[in-house]
């Protein structure tokens, strides 16, 4: 009973880091380019598909939400044709223009009293007396309290308890250029609703407001020129896999970035145990554009000494255990890249 507790407060914390960039966004009159209404899960299997249809109640009661389960050409109908075998709709979250989210907030931040150093990394943190030092390459600034939020770019060598917590992985994305109403129509996928795979290796991908398709997977361990020319191949031959008949269509855009996994499969929001004043939160698997911006407003008041305003799960104040493996952690990414394009 105590762990189904536990679980929903991560899934109610879910639903409200979604409203709080809702509300966030809404009350600093950023323009996100907001759309989709919630998102479409898609099988890429016959198996998959079961595998919604047994866990439709399950997200009903855990988002208190109704899913509705599509077959193939109901997904047909709702404008969203690919090479899958039904879906799942699951009406919580929107889509947002990350770039104009972040823009959005630095300008808010600044007449907030904010000062903002960019290319200014942080090359010592140590505790001194009662504060806690930070050095730059131009300066040594001491401060009451710290809080790092470096998620999947976390590295070894700044803060002792932070070592072995995180493990990145590489996420990579490639977008088309506007598609005009023709080609959109040869496909079948017309609707700007978010989407992504019920596989272990998913596939991410949503029409933007402009008609671009942004596709994006997991994979890649580290970031490499050969790696990147590798993963941009293995990103665009999935693409034309899932949607074939945008075969032609050239993808000119592509980026990729690291995100942040925990052992606890859950993030971690709080105090560093052995570094007073000092707080951290990170560890959001792929999904902290909601989740990030909602354990920064959790931050702000426990380094204040207050009682954070929004819920704190219970998960998120367990520190995670450090990965086995120390530095050759990401091994285990490879072998479970390497599982899931088996099972998958
Ligand atoms: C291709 C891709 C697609 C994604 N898609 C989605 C999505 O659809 N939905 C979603 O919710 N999330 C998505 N994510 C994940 C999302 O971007 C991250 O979860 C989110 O950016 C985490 O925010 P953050 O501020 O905690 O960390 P980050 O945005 O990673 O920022 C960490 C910062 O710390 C800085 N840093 C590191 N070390 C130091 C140092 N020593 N000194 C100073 N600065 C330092 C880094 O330079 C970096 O700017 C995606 C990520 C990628 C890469």
Same mark, same amino acid.
């Given at each position: 009973m105590a762990r189904a507790g536990a679980a929903q407060e991560v899934h109610d914390a879910e639903r409200a880091a979604i409203d709080h960039v809702a509300r966030l966004t809404s009350r600093l009159g950023i323009d996100i380019d907001r759309h989709s209404d919630g998102e479409t899960i898609l099988a890429h299997s016959r198996t998959a598909q079961k595998h919604l249809r047994t866990q439709q109640p399950e997200l009903d009661n855990a988002y208190s939400a109704k899913t509705q389960l599509h077959d193939t050409n109901q997904l047909k109908s709702l404008g969203m044709a690919s090479s899958h075998h039904g879906g799942l709709t699951l009406p919580v979250g929107f889509a947002l223009h990350p770039r104009k989210y972040l823009s959005g907030l630095a300008q808010a931040a600044t007449p907030a009293g904010v000062a903002l150093y960019g290319n200014s990394p942080a090359l010592g943190v140590a505790r001194d007396g009662n504060g806690i030092v930070v050095t730059t390459p131009k300066a040594r600034i001491k401060a009451d309290r710290l809080i790092v939020a470096t998620n999947g770019y976390t590295t070894e060598d700044l803060i002792p308890w932070l070592r072995g917590r995180t493990l990145p992985a590489? &996420? &990579? /994305?490639i977008a088309t250029e506007p598609m005009d109403a023709k080609t959109l129509a040869a496909q079948g996928w017309t609707s700007h609703q978010m989407a992504y795979e019920d596989r272990r290796l998913l596939h991410y991908f949503h029409l933007t407001p402009d008609n671009r398709m942004v596709f994006g997977m997991r994979g890649g361990l580290v970031s490499s020129a050969a790696n990147e020319t590798r993963?941009?191949?293995? *990103?665009?031959?999935?693409?034309?896999? /899932?949607?074939?008949? +945008?075969?032609? *269509?050239?993808?000119?855009?592509? +980026? &990729?970035?690291? *995100?942040?996994?925990?052992?606890s499969l859950t993030p971690y929001c709080g105090e560093i145990p052995d570094m007073p004043g000092a707080f951290t939160a990170f560890g959001y698997h792929g999904n902290g554009v909601a989740m990030g911006s909602y354990c920064g407003t959790l931050l702000a008041d426990l380094a204040q000494g207050k009682p954070p305003r929004h819920l704190r799960p219970r998960a998120f104040a367990a520190p995670p255990p450090r990965f086995p493996l120390g530095r050759y952690r990401r091994g285990f990414l490879a072998a479970e890249y390497a599982w899931a394009r088996l099972t998958d």
């Amino acid at each position: 009973m105590a762990r189904a507790g536990a679980a929903q407060e991560v899934h109610d914390a879910e639903r409200a880091a979604i409203d709080h960039v809702a509300r966030l966004t809404s009350r600093l009159g950023i323009d996100i380019d907001r759309h989709s209404d919630g998102e479409t899960i898609l099988a890429h299997s016959r198996t998959a598909q079961k595998h919604l249809r047994t866990q439709q109640p399950e997200l009903d009661n855990a988002y208190s939400a109704k899913t509705q389960l599509h077959d193939t050409n109901q997904l047909k109908s709702l404008g969203m044709a690919s090479s899958h075998h039904g879906g799942l709709t699951l009406p919580v979250g929107f889509a947002l223009h990350p770039r104009k989210y972040l823009s959005g907030l630095a300008q808010a931040a600044t007449p907030a009293g904010v000062a903002l150093y960019g290319n200014s990394p942080a090359l010592g943190v140590a505790r001194d007396g009662n504060g806690i030092v930070v050095t730059t390459p131009k300066a040594r600034i001491k401060a009451d309290r710290l809080i790092v939020a470096t998620n999947g770019y976390t590295t070894e060598d700044l803060i002792p308890w932070l070592r072995g917590r995180t493990l990145p992985a590489q &996420s &990579s /994305v490639i977008a088309t250029e506007p598609m005009d109403a023709k080609t959109l129509a040869a496909q079948g996928w017309t609707s700007h609703q978010m989407a992504y795979e019920d596989r272990r290796l998913l596939h991410y991908f949503h029409l933007t407001p402009d008609n671009r398709m942004v596709f994006g997977m997991r994979g890649g361990l580290v970031s490499s020129a050969a790696n990147e020319t590798r993963i941009r191949a293995r *990103v665009r031959a999935d693409f034309e896999r /899932v949607f074939p008949a +945008w075969a032609h *269509v050239p993808t000119p855009f592509y +980026w &990729s970035g690291m *995100v942040c996994l925990t052992a606890s499969l859950t993030p971690y929001c709080g105090e560093i145990p052995d570094m007073p004043g000092a707080f951290t939160a990170f560890g959001y698997h792929g999904n902290g554009v909601a989740m990030g911006s909602y354990c920064g407003t959790l931050l702000a008041d426990l380094a204040q000494g207050k009682p954070p305003r929004h819920l704190r799960p219970r998960a998120f104040a367990a520190p995670p255990p450090r990965f086995p493996l120390g530095r050759y952690r990401r091994g285990f990414l490879a072998a479970e890249y390497a599982w899931a394009r088996l099972t998958d």
